[in-house]
């Protein structure tokens, strides 16, 4: 399958001033896939070595010794046959199992530049956290991140626009070129990209659970893989934690985002988890869940709002699965809520909200949302090019009743309306209306600071 971060990589791969690569990413977002399968095979053909830091346990202990970049060098060479050189592309994969090659990326960068290495894995952030703050530890023990020496990418589940461009890419092409036209689709069009939403909503952006309604169309199939993925996030949880309560508080909150989500009042509310638990309860698990990709956190900003966006309080925040696939699972929704007629009617608001929070994610945007007086309220709030973006998120046509209220405290560009209406501008509301499948590019073109009417 097709992924937007292979041009990220492509770019990297061309720069004459790069650096070893750090791929971050949640679980089975497909890193590897795209590291090897798309980037290796295709750009280096025969001239990589892949080693897998969970499986070789030779080299996975030789490096857990020593930083020295010459040194693994030349025992990966001897162990694998193969002379390394800069042709030669260098793939440490799973490398949580063996944080110490992370520490010789500076090296790499210092003293073998020329060679490109990629390092890969998917609880890296997590284990390198408890390697720099082990308790007992001596400070010349203690693991140092290579800060300045390494370059960085994100990898997360695939976006809209990488389901449709997978799964039906005329229907991509004619999306893609109506937004860069910026003109609305014919109606019977708009209808079967909104129809490809509503799926996306069900399947998700996990590439198994994708592949798997890709190639047989079922979506039957794709639920059952979301089911196994999900599970095996909470396994993840006993893992990588410090201790059994920490354990405990992180499957809770993981598996409560739906409900939390799902009141008058989404700000996250640790009494909905735990009868009188505070918030400082749970901070441990939610910068866990956030650092391994699994949630995303939106701040709160009130009243007037002052850039860079920081936020107001930082107690009062909503939360986010990093996936729309595992969060429509997590809510127990009849699956057929998602292809029915009445699906308008079924689905919750909350769905669309957690589905452009994730867009929103990919393009690495920060999230923060606006409360006003009287409960006067805007989804998400983007800051581009030292101007403001509120964006208000229907998952009808509804209006934007928030919008005049944020006005009288605040100066934008203009505001956004992500809904299930077609394309539009009102210039007297300052108001661009797009439809759900054009999120993924205005998202990029936001953090490009290249959006334009």
Sequence with gaps: MERIALQKLSEWNKNKRRKPLIVWGARQVGKTYLVEELFAKKYYKNSYIYIDCKKEDEIREFCSKTANAEKIIEYISLRKGRQINEKTLLIFDEVQECPNIISSLKYFCQDLRDIPVIATGSMVRIKLQRETHKRGSRENDKFLFPVGKINQITVYPMTFDEFLMNGNKILYDTVKKAYEDKQPLDNQIH??????????????????AVEAYIDGGSLLEAREILKVLYDNYLSDMELYQASPEAVLRSRVLFQNIYKELNKESKNFSPGLIEGKSKTRDYATSIQWLTMAHVINQSFQLKEHITMPLMPDNESSFRLFLGDIGMFSYQSGINAASFVSNGKDNTLSGIFFENFVANELIAKEHKLFYWRGKSSAELEFIIESNNKLYPIDVKKGKGTLNSLAKFSNHNRFEYAIKVSKNNYGYNPEQKL?????????????????GTLWI
């Design 191 to 208: 209808e079967l990209a909104m129809e490809q939403i509503y799926r996306y909503l069900l399947v998700g952006g996990m590439p198994e």
């Design 432 to 448: 661009l209306t797009i439809p759900f499948y054009f999120i993924p590019f205005t998202a990029n073109d936001l953090a490009e």
